[in-house]
């Protein structure tokens, strides 16, 4: 089984340095990442998130709001989009089987038109509320437009379900010969969950959105960015539950962190850390030797 990690479009916030700590300065851009994860196994391509795809490159204004276009101002570069990363990696993106969405968001749904043969895996609130559209923030970040291919979802109760190191209501995803599973870290969305793969005897917890910078899952001194504590506050439907859920994921690192990689949608330094490259840059060629296997 390989597993390998794909930035799917840098978006670019205002404010800079305050936003991802590392840009030169307050005035000029940011850079966080769309960190979705490829898994090849015997059951075809499973993808984590698609970050933005090809038909928001081709055409952002008609797909995402002008208010995320103007804050996040993201990358747009064919070459950076899941499907342009598959086909580089020598595959098809009809080989694609499985998709495994964290949550809806605009920022984690963009590809799902590029990978017509995949079955979308995502909680049912996660769907309800998305396709709700109950408030002026909800239209913004949730874009009916990018789901051309919703009859093909599969969703998963909130509910019941099974216990994974200490969380509820974990629910496994149907995957021949692969142990992954929807973990429920509601919070930034309603039905958001994180995606937990066992790969080579390690798992690994795609967090999502859950949180937005590494120094907060500090077990000790935990502490965020004021661009992203901020932009966290913005977007949460449940405050509350985020805050207790990332305290829960701090726990889960303190106490199993040798057995658990646990990553985040947006910190370029993750990012960078599983898939030994730049951010910015997309997968090369998979010759054996540059796939990442963790
Ligand atoms: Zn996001």
Redesign the pocket.
């Known amino acids: 089984m390989r597993v390998h990690h794909l930035n799917c479009i840098s978006?670019c916030p205002a404010g800079g340095r305050l936003m991802d700590g590392r840009a030169d300065c307050i005035l000029c851009r940011g850079r966080?990442t769309?960190h979705c994860i490829l898994v090849e196994s015997n059951d075809g391509l499973i993808l984590v998130d698609t970050g933005l795809g090809a038909r928001d490159v081709a055409s952002p204004r008609s797909r995402l709001s002008w208010f995320f276009l103007s804050l996040l101002s993201p990358d747009f570069r064919l070459e950076m989009t899941a499907a342009h990363q598959v086909r580089t990696l020598g595959f098809d993106p009809g080989q694609v089987r499985h998709i495994l969405l964290?949550?809806l968001?605009?920022?984690?749904a963009g590809g799902l038109d590029d990978f017509p043969n995949a079955m979308v895996h995502l909680t049912a609130p996660e769907r309800e509320h998305a396709e709700a559209q109950r408030t002026w923030l909800d239209r913004q970040r949730f874009r009916p437009q990018q789901w051309s291919g919703a009859a093909r979802w599969r969703t998963y109760q909130a509910d019941g379900g099974d216990r994974w190191f200490g969380f509820d209501c974990v629910r496994p995803v149907e995957i021949a010969g692969l142990e992954v599973a929807l973990v429920p870290l509601l919070g930034?969305t309603l039905g958001h969950a994180g995606v937990a793969i066992r790969a080579r005897g390690r798992w690994l917890l795609q967090a999502?959105?859950a949180y937005?910078h590494r120094d907060e899952m500090d077990p000790d001194h935990p502490s965020c960015t004021p661009g992203l504590r901020f932009y966290q506050w913005m977007?949460e439907k449940d405050g509350r539950a985020r805050l207790e859920n990332q305290q829960r994921l701090r726990a889960l690192r303190r106490s199993h962190g040798s057995e658990i990689d646990i990553v985040c949608?947006?910190d370029p330094v993750e990012f960078e850390r599983l898939a030994s490259r730049p951010a910015d840059s997309p997968t090369p060629p998979s010759t054996g030797a540059t796939a990442t296997t963790r």
């Open positions: 978006t966080l769309c964290t949550h968001d605009f920022d984690h930034h999502g959105d937005f977007m949608g947006h």
